[in-house]
């Protein structure tokens, strides 16, 4: 099958599923959807065993119990993440969220200089950036999906919440311009960068990490601001904006970048050690370390 029609064909069933559960209420669809990607990802198992690995590489004490336990969890959660972000209304779940540190991220913008956002996925991390779009002017790097119309959906989906959207493929200059007009430009610090990456540790373990948050941060003086989306027990989220990490102890060298990068990226770790059951376990994120670069 040739891949427009595969793709036409995913579409048209993606949006046949989106009118028909946008007729149920809220806490039915979160309920059905999550319980949809347990079901695909524990009996169907989809990239189960990607993740199991990966928290067991991370997480060798644990039981095989406790593994499973975490990966149930996950799965509910990347489904109730689906259901608030293409069934919901926008503005009824902001009414769900609460802050920490939002003085932070005031702090960093008064600045000028433009703010670098570093956040994982965590919790529900789209619904971060349609939170801060609401109140600051946010440019967010993505990544491009393998089916287009879907991709054109989502980022229709993101604009309509005044984000600012930059192909992850030719980022830089888009993030320089948006700094200079004192954006806060959201970058994903937690996938793996293969090639394109540094040699860090991530979690106890060799991995392939971006540079550009670090590179950037250090040629514009703009502020990085650590940032993550936890889901709580009772369904509402809290966004967590730490202070700020400022590049002025570090150097436009390769060792110095390397320094910067990885101490931005182990910033999240934390948070998954706390929360294992809200980070995106499904992802590679150590496969690439022997392509990285030392320095």
Not at 3 to 18: A, G, L, R
Not at 166 to 180: E, G, M, T, V
Not at 243 to 260: G, Q
Request: hydrophobic letters at 40%; one cysteine or more.
């Amino acid at each position: 099958m040739k891949k427009n029609t595969k793709n036409k064909i995913e579409y048209f069933f993606f949006m046949v599923f989106i009118k028909v559960f946008r007729i149920f209420p809220n806490s039915f669809t979160e309920c059905f959807i999550g319980k949809l990607f347990v079901l695909g990802g524990m009996v169907f198992k989809f990239r189960k065993k990607i993740a199991q690995n990966n928290l067991k590489m991370v997480f060798p004490e644990k039981t095989n119990n406790e593994i499973q336990i975490i990966l149930k969890k996950m799965y509910l959660n990347m489904g109730i993440t689906v259901a608030e972000i293409y069934l919901q209304d926008i503005h009824k779940l902001m009414n769900k969220v609460e802050t920490e540190g939002w003085e932070n991220i005031e702090r960093a913008v008064k600045m000028g200089k433009g703010v670098i956002l570093a956040t994982g996925h965590i919790g529900n991390w789209e619904l971060a950036g349609r939170y801060i779009a609401a109140n600051y002017k946010l440019a967010a790097v993505i990544k491009t999906q393998r089916n287009n119309l879907f991709d054109k959906y989502t980022n229709e989906l993101r604009g309509n919440c005044n984000i600012t959207l930059i192909n992850k493929k030719k980022a830089l200059k888009p993030i320089l311009q948006y700094l200079r007009e004192n954006y806060i430009v959201s970058i994903l610090t937690d996938q793996n960068a293969g090639k394109d990456g540094v040699l860090t540790d991530f979690l106890g373990h060799k991995a392939s990490t971006f540079v550009g948050a670090a590179k950037i941060s250090v040629k514009t003086s703009c502020p990085i601001l650590p940032a993550y989306s936890i889901r709580k027990d009772d369904g509402t989220h809290l966004f967590i904006f730490e202070e700020m990490i400022l590049p002025d102890d570090y150097e436009n060298t390769p060792a110095s970048i390397k320094d910067f990068t990885e101490f931005i990226s182990k910033n999240i770790e934390k948070y998954i050690i706390e929360y294992p059951s809200q980070w995106f376990w499904v992802h590679r994120r150590w496969r690439g370390y022997k392509k990285a670069r030392k320095t």
